[in-house]
T-cell receptor, first 116, second 112 residues
Framework: DAMVIQNPRYQVTQFGKPVTLSCSQT?????MYWYQQKSSQAPKLLFH???????NEADTPDNFQSRRPNTSFCFLDIRSPGLGDAAMYLC???????????????FGPGTRLTVL | GQQLNQSPQSMFIQEGEDVSMNCTSS?????WLWYKQDPGEGPVLLIA?????ELTSNGRLTAQFGITRKDSFLNISASIPSDVGIYFC????????????FGTGTRLTIIP
C-alpha cells in the first residue's frame, strides 16, 4: 500500500544534541510537509517542499532545518534541541493543488521526540 | 498563524449516541477536510469536501461544506468505542498555495 513512513517512531535526545528525523513516501507526491504537534493542539506547519522548492514558515525557528534529497525522502534536522522542542513531529504529503484541485494531505504516523 | 474555530472542544457521550461537531472561519475556504487522530498516531483523512453545500458520507460519518463557505460540519452516527480520538477540521483558501489551516480539534470520549 502506498504510504507515508516516519522513522524512528520514538526518538530521545539530549538537550543541545542534534537530531534528525526522517520521512519517506511511496505516494510519489510532489509536496512534503513537516509539522510540529504539541499535546492536544493542532499540527503546526514548520515548512514544506514543493518538489525541491523549500518554503519556510515565518515563525519556524532557525534551529529547525530540512532536506529533501529526492522525491521520496525528506528529513527534519533539529540542530540544538531544547526542552520546548519535545513534541510529535508529523510528516505529510500531497499532490500539488493545481492538479485536479486535490489538496488532501496524507500524514505519517509521527515521531515522538523527547528531550532530556 | 490562523486557526479555525472548532466546537465543541470536547465531548463525552455514550456508545450508540450520535455526534455533531463544527468548524467555523471568518474567511472563505474552498476546501474542507476532516481528520481523526488516535493517541500517538498521525491524523487520518476521513472526508474531503470541495463544493459549497456538498454533503459527503463515509460509513457512519457525514460531513457538509457550509453554503457560506465559512463553515463545515461533521456528524457521526451510532458512535462506537473506536470513534474515540481527536477530530480536526482543516481548510484551504483559494490563494493557490498548498497549505492547510487546522481547527483547534474536538476530543471525543465515549463513556462506558
Amino acid at each position: 500500500d502506498a504510504m507515508v513512513i516516519q522513522n524512528p517512531r520514538y526518538q530521545v535526545t539530549q538537550f543541545g544534541k542534534p537530531v534528525t528525523l526522517s520521512c519517506s513516501q511511496t505516494l510519489n507526491h510532489n509536496v512534503m510537509y513537516w509539522y510540529q504537534q504539541k499535546s492536544s493542539q493542532a499540527p503546526k506547519l514548520l515548512f514544506h517542499y514543493y518538489d525541491k522548492d523549500f518554503n519556510n514558515e515565518a515563525d519556524t525557528p532557525d534551529n529547525f532545518q530540512s532536506r529533501r534529497p529526492n522525491t521520496s525522502f525528506c528529513f527534519l534536522d533539529i540542530r540544538s534541541p531544547g526542552l520546548g522542542d519535545a513534541a510529535m513531529y508529523l510528516c505529510a504529503t500531497s499532490k500539488p493543488p493545481g492538479l485536479g484541485g486535490v489538496v488532501e494531505q496524507f500524514f505519517g504516523p509521527g515521531t515522538r521526540l523527547t528531550v532530556l | 498563524g490562523q486557526q479555525l474555530n472548532q466546537s465543541p472542544q470536547s465531548m463525552f457521550i455514550q456508545e450508540g449516541e450520535d455526534v455533531s461537531m463544527n468548524c467555523t472561519s471568518s474567511s472563505i475556504f474552498n476546501t474542507w477536510l476532516w481528520y481523526k487522530q488516535d493517541p500517538g498516531e498521525g491524523p487520518v483523512l476521513l472526508i474531503a469536501l470541495y463544493k459549497a453545500g456538498e454533503l459527503t458520507s463515509n460509513g457512519r460519518l457525514t460531513a457538509q461544506f457550509g453554503i457560506t463557505r465559512k463553515d463545515s460540519f461533521l456528524n457521526i452516527s451510532a458512535s462506537i468505542p473506536s470513534d474515540v480520538g481527536i477530530y480536526f477540521c482543516a481548510g484551504k483558501s483559494n490563494f493557490g498555495n498548498e497549505k492547510l489551516t487546522f481547527g483547534t480539534g474536538t476530543r471525543l470520549t465515549i463513556i462506558p
